[in-house]
Nanobody, 125 residues
Framework: VQLQASGGGAVQAGGSLRLSCAASGRTLDNYVMGWFRQAPGKEREFVAAISTRGDSTQFGDSVKGRFTISRDNAKNTAYLQMNNLKPEDTGVYYC???????????????????WGKGTLVTVSS
């Protein structure tokens, strides 16, 4: 499956952005979808994941209560709604897909099976 993230940009602290992840090659119905990010000079960070049917979500501690993840399998697309953005949210955001539902700690450590090219989010203070 090929993934393409979009929707990044520059925003001031407190603002919002919505990222999209469009899939091609295969339908997303059978994949757990996720978002990760990487800030300059830092390691990759798990942001969020959503189950195949969208009935279960997981979030990294730093984004809980501010970010939501959703998916529209009919459109073969997953989304990351980011609210109340902070400068520390700056980074390249990657969407990803995995064959199996796994724990947050697993995703945090090993990532997912498939990765798309990232989209840059810049939050200024």
């Amino acid at each position: 499956v090929q993934l393409q993230a979009s929707g990044g940009g520059a925003v001031q602290a407190g603002g919002s952005l919505r990222l999209s992840c469009a899939a091609s090659g295969r339908t997303l119905d059978n994949y757990v979808m996720g978002w990760f990010r990487q800030a300059p000079g830092k390691e990759r960070e798990f942001v969020a994941a959503i189950s195949t049917r969208g009935d279960s979500t997981q979030f990294g501690d730093s984004v809980k209560g501010r970010f939501t993840i959703s998916r529209d399998n009919a459109k073969n697309t997953a989304y990351l709604q980011m609210n109340n953005l902070k400068p520390e949210d700056t980074g390249v955001y990657y969407c990803a897909a995995d064959h199996k539902p796994r724990s947050e700690s697993y995703f945090r450590t090993y990532g997912m099976d498939y990765w798309g090219k990232g989209t840059l989010v810049t939050v200024s203070s």
